[in-house]
């Protein structure tokens, strides 16, 4: 049986803040993700234990990775204030040519 747990969810860096149910993350736990490349500090993961153990986890931030907290949560559990950029997250390898179609971008092409 899975057990989900209610945390909230702050990104400083992007001003957001909302909640989701963790798929890892106990709910004695108030995990921060620090990022191994730059050493910043940039999701809180905030459960309402009253005595919480405090975790930290390197994973690369927006800059230096992808920024998701989808390894932690689940996606259809997140709030509306952080669904949205998990979604445009998911899609960045789509995007990362700027949204031009392959063809345009490529050189090599006959
Ligand atoms: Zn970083």
Redesign the pocket.
């Known amino acids: 049986m899975k057990v989900k747990h209610s945390h909230t969810i702050l990104l400083p860096q992007e001003n957001l803040v909302g909640s989701g149910e963790a798929t890892i993350v106990a709910p004695v736990t108030q995990l921060h993700l620090y990022?191994p490349?730059?050493?910043?500090v940039?999701a809180h993961f905030l459960s309402n234990h009253p005595t919480p153990r405090h975790a930290y986890h390197p994973l690369?931030?927006r800059?230096?990775?992808n920024g998701t907290v989808l390894l932690h949560f689940h996606l259809d559990s997140l709030s509306s204030q952080l669904l949205p950029r998990e979604v445009i997250l998911r899609r960045q390898p789509l995007l990362s040519n700027y949204g031009l179609p392959y063809a345009a971008t490529s050189t090599n092409e006959p």
């Open positions: 990022c490349v730059c050493g910043e940039w690369p931030c800059t230096h990775g």
